[in-house]
Structure formats: structure tokens, C-alpha cells
Nanobody
């Protein structure tokens, strides 16, 4: 059973930074993200709003960002320790949301989601 877990959320003030992490396990052992997923993504969901796409990190290092975070957020992956990161700089109150990572499996149509981590930005 594959499980993704996000961490690193918290309460910050406007203009501050946070770095989110996403780690995976498979049957209790660390999941090698690079070998399991062809692409990983970050999403967020604010209260009363639909979940929205934030960033993509695909195998090969290709990244893509939503306009709302472009220039402020950076997705990256630690291939040695099998961690997906989302560096978030210059955070604004409108960035307040639960942030999720997901992975699109190399084999089959499966998409795995984490349980989310809360980010709150105070003004």
C-alpha cells in the first residue's frame, strides 16, 4: 500500500517563507519517488474553495506552476532521500490553504494523494 505524507506547514506572517515536504512509503518502507511516479504535483485547497493546481515536478526535472505562485514557489525533488519539496517564498494571506502532494504512477492509471498540511499566512 502506497502512502504519501506532507509536512512542513504552519503559521507564518505575510512575506515569510515555508518549505513543504512530501514523502512516500510502500508497505511501510520508504518509497523511491523517482522510480514510482512519472510526475508529482502540489495542490492546495482553501476553505470554501475547490482544490487548485499549484506546481508540477516531472521526471527529468520539468516544472510547471500556476500563475498565482509563479516566481514565488519552487518545486524540487531530493532524489537521494526521495523527498518532494515545495519552497514557498513571500507568502500572502491568499496562500492560506491545505496543501497536498500527489503522484501519478509510472505503471497504471493510479494517482496517490497525501493527507495534506495546513499553511496559514497572517496579515
Amino acid at each position: 500500500q502506497v502512502q504519501l505524507v506532507e509536512s512542513g506547514g504552519g503559521l507564518v506572517q505575510t512575506g515569510e517563507s515555508l518549505r513543504l515536504s512530501c514523502r512516500g512509503t510502500r508497505n511501510g518502507a520508504r518509497l523511491h519517488l523517482l522510480g514510482w511516479y512519472r510526475q508529482m504535483n502540489w495542490y492546495r485547497q482553501a476553505p470554501g474553495k475547490q482544490r487548485e493546481f499549484i506546481a508540477t515536478f516531472a521526471n527529468g526535472g520539468v516544472t510547471n506552476y500556476a500563475d498565482s505562485v509563479k516566481g514565488r514557489f519552487t518545486a524540487s525533488r531530493d532524489a537521494v532521500n526521495h523527498i518532494l519539496y515545495l519552497q514557498m517564498n513571500n507568502l500572502q494571506p491568499e496562500d492560506t490553504a491545505v496543501y497536498y502532494c500527489n503522484g501519478e504512477a509510472i505503471v497504471g492509471p493510479g494517482v496517490d494523494w497525501g493527507q495534506g498540511t495546513q499553511v496559514t499566512v497572517s496579515s
